[in-house]
């Protein structure tokens, strides 16, 4: 007979039970910061030495290093958690800048500066215990069989709990028993680092109507038209194909006035109350809608025209679920949830407080030109307001989006009560409100997530855990390579 233990010790030696948050811990590290230091690019400050015609801050590289401490006499050392945590020490790496200074378009400085300090996983490979075996583990403190995926903050183990959410970029259709609109559409368009919600209805009179940002209930023609699709003719035509639809001519009468691309940009202005110049309003509009409108599908001009079509294609499902009796979409279906682990988490806090320190540089860098003392801008970079603001939201839980809960307080109770927090799934469904059908257990959940480990009272269903063996896999989509393999196939880029 095989002799199952050793099998299963050789697989629990390679793979942890929490795999996936070390996985995605380390993914953001060695990918995901670089990314977004790369959206923010270069700086430009408004105010600007009076002898200079031109002057950019240039962000490069990125990294984090070995976990470190610096003791009272200056020295630096590596620490392990052990130490950590006896000590009330936070667990963290110092992170790495490569900063340069560019006047006129030459080079005039170049420095790398500590920009902040990183909490590190325990167990992630970023750790010193990544990678030792049980005897090493045991003479530098620890418990060989604990699992890491937890992070040390002044001596305490503060978990990040993965939170459930609806996908990004999908289109979903419901009903609706509340409003003047008997169907919703919605979509959660994510780019740039900007996560922005869009809402499509149709009202009693027929016409279809979109919501985002500061666009409330605007004519969805006229923003077609805005974006380049001015022709009547090719708007039906990408909409009804070969079967029509009367609720389109409809729409397009409502919107009869605006006969080009400069009409209806002004009538999104009006609408939006962007009161100004006509050149200013029509600037500032399409900054918006480059910047605010659909943003997975690009930001720059000449993606406008890309997301015409896909507005199109949006009112088209939109009409085959009103009138031809196509079913609604189901969110409670796992195919359309994703799991945001500790590094998608990290990687959204990270790129808020980014936004906060690279003001804050400008402030700084303003302030000294016009008291005519700047030379450097070594000194307009304040190292602690990054790492203060992340240790804030880790100590308190409370994380960009007004999301609360998100960091607590492991449970050490047993291994059991360890292994349950380290696996939880939390939703961000208010616990007040009824909402029976995220509650309830779906299909879907089978081998994925357990159908009794939820609690009694208002989170039962909200609060959920990941099967024992489950893991969650991190895909990443080449945009160039799909189209580059769909041209090959004989698909023409039109």
């Known amino acids: 007979m095989l002799e199952v233990r ?14 996936a948050n070390l996985k995605s811990f380390d993914h953001f590290i060695s990918k995901e910061l670089q990314k977004i230091i790369d959206e923010i690019g270069e700086i430009v400050p408004s105010i600007i030495p009076s002898d200079v015609q031109e002057f950019k801050i240039r962000l490069d590289k990125i990294w984090v290093d070995k976990p470190q401490i610096i003791e009272a006499d200056g020295s630096r050392r590596d620490v392990y958690p052990a130490e950590a945590r006896l000590r009330k020490l936070t667990y963290s790496a110092p992170m790495y800048l490569e900063v340069s200074a560019h006047i006129d378009g030459v080079q005039v400085e170049s420095f790398t500066s500590e920009i902040g300090r990183m909490p590190l996983m325990v167990k992630s490979k970023f750790c010193h ?3 030792l075996k049980r005897d090493e583990l045991i003479a530098k403190g620890e418990d060989p069989d604990d699992p890491g995926g937890y992070f040390i903050l002044n001596g305490n ?8 959410d609806l996908a990004s970029n999908r289109l979903f259709i419901e009903k609706n028993n509340v409003g003047p609109s008997k169907l919703n559409a919605r979509i959660f368009s994510e780019g740039g680092g900007l996560r922005i919600p869009h809402s499509i209805e149709q009202m009693k009179d027929g016409i279809i109507y979109i919501s985002f940002t500061r666009f409330k209930r605007v004519p969805i023609i006229a923003m077609i038209k805005a974006l380049g699709l001015t022709k009547d003719q090719d708007i039906t035509a990408l909409i009804s194909g070969e079967k029509q639809y009367d609720d ?16 209806a940009v002004d009538f999104l202005a009006k609408e ?22 659909l943003p997975h599908l690009g930001v720059t001009k000449e993606d406008r025209i890309t997301k ?16 031809d009796g196509m079913s609604t979409s189901d969110k409670d279906h796992y195919m359309n949830k994703r799991i945001k682990l500790s590094g998608d988490l990290l990687a959204d806090l990270l790129r808020v407080n980014f936004r906060v320190l690279i003001n804050d540089m400008l402030y700084n860098f303003q302030r000294l030109v016009k008291r005519g003392k700047f030379h450097s801008i070594k000194i307009i970079i304040r190292d602690k307001l990054l790492s203060s603001r992340m240790m804030t939201a880790l100590a308190t839980g409370n994380w960009p989006g007004g999301r609360s809960g998100i960091s607590q307080n492991i449970d050490r109770t047993n291994f059991l009560g ?53 893991d969650i896999s991190h895909t990443e989509v080449d945009n160039k ?5 769909l041209e090959g196939l004989g698909l023409k880029n039109e």
């Open 157 to 164: 183990e503060r978990v990040l709990v993965m939170v459930e």
């Open 248 to 263: 389109i001519f409809v729409n397009l009468f409502k919107v009869i006035n605006l006969k080009n691309q400069e009409d």
């Open 129 to 131: 215990l990544n990678g």
């Open 481 to 485: 390579k799909i189209r580059k393999q």
């Open 418 to 470: 360890t292994m349950s927090h380290l696996k939880r799934v939390i939703s961000l469904l208010s616990a007040s409100q009824e909402n029976f059908e995220a509650r309830a257990l779906h299909s879907t959940h089978w081998g994925r997530l357990c159908p009794i480990e939820t609690p009694e009272g208002t989170p039962i269903g909200l609060r959920k855990n990941l099967s024992l063996l489950c």
């Open 308 to 323: 015409a079509y896909n507005l199109c294609k949006i009112i088209k499902r939109f009409l085959m679920v009103r009138r």
């Open 6 to 19: 050793p099998l299963i010790e050789e697989y629990f030696n390679k793979h942890s039970f929490v795999e």
């Open 272 to 293: 939006s109350g962007i009161t100004q110049t006509k050149e200013i309003k029509i600037e500032r509009t399409f900054e918006q809608l480059d910047k605010y409108l």
